[in-house]
């Protein structure tokens, strides 16, 4: 997952969460007038009685309706495929809101069979209940967001070497269009503390994901953006060129840089770039070069570096 809104436990619902991480379904059964009740409560939904036990179902029935989100509800629900949300009727009578996973949109039917999918959502075993056709074999999906396999430094086609004395071929790679996406890196909350270690910058909306699950305007904690500005390193832009011919290569600075967007832990980044301008100075040649870096599945980049290249 990426910073996903997350269910709170309370005293009252606790007993449900804590089931499906036991691989069990539970509901509320009345003992007064056997009447099943949905959403946890402190009393029977049917009679009022607080007589009230917590039994388990095994979770199936039918689609009580649906709608198809083509455009996700939050950025962090974007993905390559539109969300399906449903509300699903149990053979108990009681309805729940789920997500809908394995189906694809015209596929779906009001009153069609379901079954639920156990969704492992966090690494401490936090499981969301999905639901799928009974026709489908999935039962359980491991939805922890994980750090993706970095390609290696040769991967990809060939690059055209450019002499750093050919001016014109380097002006020539000046161009308003952005490169493909580079690999992509896992902004987890373990390497946000890390940096916050490293850089004296422990402020809670980093560090502290419970208050900032309460009082932050993000739901949850960030990264730096001077953490995301250097995670740039790891990403490789699957640019077609390669300058050569120069005795040395620093980054001189920034010419532009801007944080738009928060990354929130938990994310995945990737990012793209493009030649902006290339100036011939006494000190060198200098190449300016546009990267932004996105969340992925998000339109507005996270971070915008103009950074300035001098080869010398």
Known sequence: ???????????????????????KILLQQCNSCQQWTFYPRRHCSHCLSHELSWREVDGRGTLYTYTVARVPTLPEFAGPEPQILAVVELEQGVRLNTTLVGLQPEALKVGMALKPVRARVKEDGTVLLRYTSVDVDLIELD????????????????????DVKDIEALKALVSETFSDWSSQVLVDQ???NDFAALSGDDYWIHTDPERARKDGPFGGTIAHGALVQVLMSRMQV??????????????????????????????LIHARSRVKSVEVLPRGTQMVMEINVHVVGQERPAVINDLVILYM
């Open 1 to 23: 997952m990426s910073n996903k809104p997350m269910p709170l436990a309370t005293a009252i619902s606790a007993p449900f969460w804590d089931g499906l991480k036991a691989g």
């Open 143 to 162: 939805e922890v967001l994980k750090a993706p396999p970095q390609p290696s430094a040769d991967a990809g086609p060939a690059k055209r070497k450019i």
């Open 190 to 192: 373990s390497l946000i």
């Open 238 to 267: 699957p640019l077609d060129f390669e300058v050569t011919g120069f005795n040395n290569m620093v980054n001189y600075g920034s010419e532009r840089l801007r944080f738009p967007s928060p990354v929130p832990a938990g994310s």
